[in-house]
């Protein structure tokens, strides 16, 4: 299997952890992304250390704690292919949180280097941007937990829907220069879940150079890495792919190329 791919445990940890990526399990320097799945009334409390931590409800509810806040009974939806926006808690770093699970939660805590410039706060979902993006088959729904006009130090965070037979992440496009304005540096990990659960999503990773170059095949449940270079999706006919996207480097800002070979299917879309 490719090392970009990172594969859920069989059993969730003691403390629901199942799926876990480090800035040392990736080899890089910013993201991390952990997967959580709580019983209900399973109880967890952390530490964020140096660490900014969004927190999103994927799907259930809870009780949340942060920096000395409560937010009682949050959470609304049991799918994230209910395809309305989540619930969401910001943690600044040097801060405690908790967690209660009052129904089943699937949970996905999302991290980056934070500097203690921001209050904990609730991310509802009337907070949170949409947008319907592309047209086509490369059209899907985009939904911005964590975007750069938002407060925070590293971390941008944001779903994506994919429709059956559609792409996303296209044309494809990179982000691993810090080279502003015209392009940022920022390390990504995807966070797939597919419907029908049997089903999987493609994705692939690669540079101008194809010094990295690989067509991975990823199944629901599963996150990807994406150290640096282009990085489309596709979601076969049949099946629905979601994905959770984190992303941070030295800049907060988002700004990407375009494959010059692909850049005119944009031209060609915007006629």
């Given amino acids: 299997m490719s090392k970009l791919i990172v594969t859920p445990e069989s059993a969730a940890g003691p403390d629901g952890s199942v799926l876990s990526i480090t800035p040392e399990s990736a080899g890089w320097t910013y993201v991390g992304f952990e997967v959580l799945k709580l019983q209900k009334g399973q109880v967890v409390e952390r ?91 490369i059209e899907r729904l985009v939904q911005n937990i964590l975007p750069e006009q938002e407060p925070a130090d590293s971390l941008l965070v944001v779903e994506v829907f994919t429709p059956s037979g559609h792409w996303s992440s296209y044309p494809p496009h990179k982000h691993d220069r810090d080279n502003l304005p015209e392009e940022s540096f920022l390390e990504e990990t995807y966070y797939f879940k597919v419907d029908p659960g049997q089903g999987y999503a493609i994705q692939r990773v690669y540079t101008d150079e194809r010094d990295l170059d690989e067509t991975l095949v990823v199944k629901n449940g599963e996150a990807v890495l994406v150290p640096r270079g282009y990085h489309p999706v596709a979601a076969p006919p049949g099946y629905e792919v979601y994905y959770l996207n984190v992303m941070a480097g030295p800049r907060r800002i988002w700004k990407f190329h375009n494959d010059p070979d692909h850049q005119w299917i944009l031209n060609s879309t915007a006629k």
């Avoid at 900014?52 to 937010?71: P, T």
């Avoid at 509802?124 to 047209?135: C, D, F, I, L, N």
């Fill in 47 to 137: 530490q964020t250390e140096d660490k900014e931590v969004c927190l999103v409800l994927l799907s259930g509810l809870a009780n949340v704690k942060a920096a000395g806040k409560e937010w009682s009974e949050i959470g609304r939806r049991m799918s994230v292919f209910e395809k309305i926006p989540p619930y969401s808690v910001y943690v600044p770093n040097g801060q405690s949180y908790g967690i209660e699970a009052l129904t089943d939660l699937e949970l996905a805590v999302c991290s980056a280097p934070g500097h203690g410039n921001h209050e904990a706060r609730l991310i509802a979902p009337e907070q949170v941007g949409t947008e319907v993006r592309g047209s086509g088959n």
